[in-house]
């Protein structure tokens, strides 16, 4: 909402200076974006006469100009414009002030043999308009000399404001005003409306057709005919008034709604009535319905949206955009004044379905004031007849004003209690009056709104009208009590090991990144997604369309990417929602790492390549430290088909899946267009069991001297490491302390489809120091126990 | 010179002349081995008289006595040079790059995020987490934003496909759905922070469709905008790791709270860096407001008897602030290079015991 300093001291009666009052309503809750002070923004600008305007003497389009700006010899420039002539008055700059459109220092210059020294500036250098096919022609009354802002009526400060979807009384300079009047910056003198009493019983009748359940579209509509008038543009003062806050004056009659419109908050529409047919009535639009606007396009309209119209047509999308056909032009004679009270939701959800924003739908939408229809109406008919002449028919109306003020209850000591802010009865009394509010009787005070505010709605309300008037600096600053005197612990055990998962991967060496949670479908298929359920309907863009089953293609995208930057090493990881459908709730608080590459290169040979051994570990120490202390569940082999087949596992507890991890599958690498090594694993947090004992057992070493034993199985190549591992555990269970796999070999001297699998047997004695005789049964008992279990024979 | 004192000489002779182990160990047993010659002159003393044996025996044990310690001291000096030795031929080159280590690091987002907990922490707020996709009712309509309330518009909300049961559901625009859980659930007093993922379709330098904001909610009997501005003055302080700060509130309108306040902090943005509680400009920092009593009476908890506050502010925003980060869509590019540059090292843990930040 943007309006200049003269036209609101139209409305409000002050001495305050632009600044003042641009601090003053962001400081009442209308925030300024921009004061724009054309006047203090050219005054570097100064009138300057053309004594001299001749050919210049090296180019036939250029001319040598003397210009005269009141002191000193007439000043010499090089001029392009075709209208640079003798005797005119232009807007001078000289050399050294800096032209708006550029940001650039006018510079003394040469031009072909011709020293300039300033410039003769047009609308656009300027930035006061697109005009640039000629120099600024200034008033010939204009003083040399003098500020070129003053001589081109630019002298007045124009203030932007944003309108909050609330505040549909200050989209008008009324209500700024009054506003500012509440708040101590000067006396509203808004002149009131007398209405204009009509000659001829209006030619045109209104009706409202809607059906029951649309009644709300359009509740008034209230219209009159002003018959011979003569369409011509509208005063100077109007026109400036218009273009100082960037609309184009139009004509006299389109000029009267859009000055309505920025002055009241009254959105009014003209029609030329010699192109309407019938009578007029406001409906909704039929599906399919089009109307070329006054914008120059044309609208397909659904029954959603209303509509004025007549007897043959839609003739105007109603609050929004009036249509081309019937619009007003210089040959209009015969005028229609149309002032109606659309429904501010059909009216937003039109202008939204449509693309098409106005000033009558920026109005409708935040609510205008319900009384102020006929009103509106009256002093658009005064205008005109001002303006243009003609003859005022009387004013029709169909559907009436709605009433919906009531009365609140509204005691004083509310705004102590909400706003914290200490405000005397009367000074209450005083704001809320001042707002247009209406307080009768003593403490709790009946408090009724006024028609233009529509979005007061309880006590709550009125305390905010109180506290920002009264000034929201004002509210002291309160401790707030502390509930237990030290802090106790907030955390979930579930956030706690969010964070534990975090510091311990980065500890590992994992980078740590967070990405979008929506994904391209045909990636999200690859991972057990992509469904119709988990679609966006309105993606930001084509590939951000699908609600990720799972963090890791975000990993995988992210680390395609910075391969191909140039990092072949790479190790990121990620905590957050991976999503089993669209509902709400279905997603799991999960971790995923990656690690990518061959190892970093090195002299010391370190390094190995990412593998499925990496991912294992990494899993398993996130569980450790989520956990606090070792996952020793089974792993089973295989992993979702995103994995190698071969080189991937999963830990299950019961039926619920706690991680999968491997090597990526080479088809999933190559739908990154990425290279591998690649392995991952995937952690789902909330399915970590939450451990249970708090603290540790008491510390008791053996005195014993613990016994270190090797063995070297032979087995088939299909028994797994881990059940000849647990076969050996099981066959001492109070003595092994611990079983450790040191060699793995097949090949040369192992039979074909076995494998030699060297494990060390910690032996830890509690009653007693071993003997030779019971360390050779407990090996005995350990061979045994891993043939049986395995076919495991000792490798001779 | 007597005999023993010649052999004595031969035999030191011999010792220190002994290159290596081995040479020395065959002066040892010629002179100590059975046959030695020291050896011998021992075994002499038995076939002597008990007068001779006085006379020679003390000067032939003193002999062996010598050359035991003789051999042993040359083989320690062996033994030392043999080490020497080793140990110059082990050098290394000690400027040789270490074995590589991975440098992990942890987003600035969950950083920031640790340090507004635990601000918020040591004030009673626990922390509230809700889901991504959130019902309609709970982002909108409980809030007081009803269906094709023009106010929905602000929002520019992402929608999910229509599920199998036909619901419809949103990616939820702000974490108030959250509070609006909580107070489902909860009685008052009630005092949270719901930080995480909030979605809207909007991108440029200072949006990204994805971004995350915390807010706070507390419901009771007593509390005011006095609170909610000494709350956000001592959070500011805290979290800027400065002594004072200046706030500035705004007049504002949001659906869910009425008096709606925006904050702005004073600070100083001159010289490329951001001071705060000096200078001229103002920071946008959050919008708040005492909540409203419809979305308390649709939360089923009675405005006649509690109120309370709520607020709302950008964890990626607090990040760019109090870290420099210029561009708000590069926290969520994952470039290597960014995460290693703005990321946090795994043991930076924030304390207020220690500070937030190093």
Known sequence: MKFSLSWLKDHLETDAAAATIADKLTAIGLEVESVEDAGARLKEFVVGYVVLAEKHPNADRLRRCLVDIGKGEPIQVVCGAPNARTGMKGVFARAGVVIPVSGEVLKVGTIRGVESHGMLCSGRELMLSDDHDGIIELPEDAEVGEPAAHALGLNDAVIDVAITPNRGDCTSVWGIARDLAAAGLGKLKTPSVEPVAGRYPCPKTITLEFPPEAISACLMFAGRLVRGVKNGPSPQWVQDRLKAIGLRPISALVDVTNLISYDRGRPLHVFDADKLKGNMKARLARDGEQLLALDGRTYTLDSEMCVIADEAAAHSIAGVMGGEDTGCTAATVNVFIESALFDAVRTAATGRKLQLMSDARYRFERGVDPQFVVPGLELATRLILDWCGGEPSEIVVAGGVPDRRRAIAFSPETVRRLGGLDVPDPEIIRILTKLGFAVSGEAPHQVTAPSWRSDIDGPADLVEEVVRIYGLEHVPSVPMTRPNAIARPVLTPAQKRTRLVRRALAVRGFNETISFSFIPRATAALFGGGDEARQLENPIAADLDALRPSLLPSLLAAAAKNQARGFADQMLFETGAAFQSGMPGAQQTAAAGLRLGNGVRSWTKATHPADVFDAKADMLALLEAAMGAPMTAPIKAGAPAWYHPGRSGTLALGKTVLAVFGEIHPKVLAHFDMKGPAAAFEVVLEAIPESKSKGKSAFSPSPYQAVERDFAFVVDAKVTADEVVRAVKSAERALIEAVSVFDLYEGKGVPEGRKSLAVSVRLQPREGTLTDAEIEAAAQKIVSAAAKATGAVLRS | ?358
């Open chain 2, 1 to 358: 010179m007597t005999d023993i004192a010649i052999l004595e000489r031969q035999i030191l002779d011999a010792v220190t002349a002994a290159g290596d182990e081995a040479a020395l160990d065959a002066v040892r047993v010629s002179a100590l081995g059975k046959k030695g010659t020291v050896s011998e002159l021992l075994k002499s003393l038995g076939a002597m008289t008990p007068d001779e044996r006085k006379a020679n025996g003390p000067a032939f044990n003193s002999l062996r006595d010598r050359v035991v310690a003789a051999v042993a001291a040359r083989k320690t000096a062996l033994e030392d040079a043999a080490l020497d030795a080793r140990l110059v031929s082990e050098k290394v080159d000690v400027t040789l790059p270490v074995r590589p280590e991975p440098q992990g690091s942890i987003h600035p987002v969950s950083q920031v995020l640790e340090e507004v907990i635990a601000i918020f922490a040591d004030l009673g707020f626990s922390v509230a987490e809700g889901p991504d996709v959130e019902y309609d009712d709970y982002n909108f309509t409980r809030l007081n934003i009803p269906p094709d309330h023009p106010a929905r518009q602000m929002h520019d909300t992402f929608y999910v496909a229509k599920q199998a049961d036909g619901s419809r559901h949103v990616l939820r625009t702000h974490t108030s759905p959250v509070q609006v859980r909580t107070m489902l659930k909860q009685k008052p007093p009630i005092r949270i922070i719901s930080p995480g993922r909030t979605y809207r379709v909007d991108s440029d330098a200072t949006h990204s469709p994805m971004f995350h904001q915390f807010e706070g909610l507390v419901i009771d009997e007593v509390t005011h905008l006095g609170h909610l501005k000494w709350t956000l003055e001592e959070f500011c302080k805290a979290f800027f790791e400065v002594d004072a700060v200046e706030m500035r509130a705004r007049p504002s309108f949001f659906p869910f709270t009425e008096p709606s306040v925006e904050w702005d902090l004073r600070c100083d943005r001159s010289g490329g860096q951001i001071k705060f509680g000096t200078g001229h400009d103002w920071l946008e920092l959050a919008g708040s407001g005492m909540v409203n009593p419809r979305v308390l009476e649709n939360c089923g908890i009675d405005p006649a008897r509690y109120q309370g506050y709520a607020f709302g502010g950008g964890i990626d925003r607090l990040a760019m602030l109090k870290y420099g980060i210029p561009d708000i869509r590069s926290f969520f590019e994952s470039d290597l290079r960014w995460l290693r540059h703005y990321g946090f090292a795994a043991l930076d843990i924030p304390t207020l015991d220690g500070g937030l930040s190093r």
